[in-house]
C-alpha cells in the first residue's frame, strides 16, 4: 500500500490550498484515513479523519468549519481541503491509513491513535504567512 500526498504550497493568511493524498495498492473498504500535520520539535497531531465503512468524519477543533476532508472513490483519493489558513497552521502534512482488518482494538480513535496507523505518505509541506 503507498500513499502519495500532493497539493501543499505556501499561501497568505486567509488563503486556501486543497491537499489530495492518492492511496495506491488497496481499495475502500474498512479504513481510517487520516490527515497529520508536525512541526519540527512537536507531536504530530491529528488534523482530521474519515473512516470508510460508515463515512464519518472527524476534526482537531481548532480547523472544524476551516478544513473538510472528503474522499473520491473513483480515483481512490481522500482530499483535505482548507480555507481561511493561519500561520499557526503552517506544517508538513501527512496522510495515513489505518486498516482495521489488521487490527481490532477497541481504542482506537482515528484523530488521536497516531502510532496505530499503518501506512504513511511522505509529507507535503504548508506553509501560511502573516
Known amino acids: 500500500v503507498q500513499l502519495v500526498e500532493s497539493g501543499g504550497g505556501s499561501v497568505e493568511a486567509g488563503g486556501s490550498l486543497t491537499l489530495s493524498c492518492a492511496i495506491r495498492?488497496?481499495?475502500?473498504?474498512?479504513?481510517?484515513i487520516g490527515w497529520f500535520r508536525q512541526v519540527s520539535g512537536k507531536e504530530r497531531e491529528g488534523v482530521a479523519a474519515?473512516?470508510?465503512?460508515?463515512?464519518?468524519?472527524y476534526y482537531l477543533p481548532r480547523v472544524k468549519g476551516r478544513f473538510t476532508i472528503s474522499r473520491d472513490n473513483a480515483k481512490n483519493t481522500v482530499s483535505l481541503q482548507m480555507v481561511d489558513l493561519k500561520p499557526e497552521d503552517t506544517a508538513i502534512y501527512y496522510c495515513?491509513?489505518?486498516?482495521?482488518?489488521?487490527?481490532?482494538?477497541?481504542?482506537?480513535?482515528?484523530?488521536?491513535?497516531?502510532?496505530?496507523?499503518?501506512?504513511w505518505g511522505q509529507g507535503t509541506q504548508v506553509t501560511v504567512s502573516s
Open positions: 495515513a491509513l489505518h486498516d482495521f482488518s489488521k487490527d481490532s482494538s477497541t481504542t482506537f480513535h482515528p484523530l488521536h491513535a497516531v502510532h496505530e496507523y499503518h501506512y
Open positions: 474519515l473512516v470508510t465503512a460508515d463515512g464519518g468524519t
Open positions: 495498492g488497496l481499495s475502500f473498504d474498512d479504513e481510517s
